[in-house]
């Protein structure tokens, strides 16, 4: 079942998070310092392919959990903040026209990205800024499917995030 499959796909996904983000960071700085390798055929296939394989583990984890965007309040703003990195990224890296429309661009996807881990860390839409509230011994964990199944209802979000 794809359940048993919780770690090694959680795995996948937390891997191609930093690996996405590092190859933008360095996709990023070569275009503002316009290298032309920042545009070369095997970067932009490598971010295709990782950022596939991101999304892929992505759709698995919500149906092993059984928590879905537009429904857990936390995945719609991962979501929605994934539409406006994905944005950002396209100006920083293609559509902006001067040099330091590239870099207002790269830096506010570089925090978008950042605030994105943020909720995913948290499992809370205000991500990082939860932090001095709860303090980093707070932070919660993401419950394997064996815990989910044996809560339901509205234990199921009191035990797990």
Do not use: E, N
Not at 60 to 76: E, N, S
Not at 149 to 155: M, V
């Amino acid at each position: 079942m794809l359940a048993s499959q919780f770690a090694a796909i959680r795995l996948v996904h937390i891997t191609c998070v930093a690996m996405s983000g590092s190859l933008f960071c360095l996709r990023g700085i070569l275009r503002i310092a316009s290298i032309p390798t920042a545009h070369h055929w095997l970067l932009r296939l490598a971010s295709h392919v990782i950022d596939t394989a991101l999304l892929l583990a992505a759709i698995l984890l919500t149906l092993i959990l059984h928590q879905y965007p537009f429904t857990d309040a936390w995945l719609t703003t991962k979501v929605l903040l994934l539409v406006l990195y994905i944005v950002l990224g396209t100006i920083a890296l293609k559509r902006a026209r001067t040099v330091f429309g590239h870099v207002v661009a790269f830096v506010f996807a570089l925090l978008t990205f950042a605030y994105i881990i943020g909720v995913a860390i948290t499992h809370h839409p205000a991500g990082w800024l939860t932090l001095p509230r709860s303090g980093l011994g707070q932070l919660r964990q993401t419950c394997h499917p064996a815990q989910l199944s044996r809560l339901s209802g509205r234990a199921r979000y009191r035990h797990c995030p």
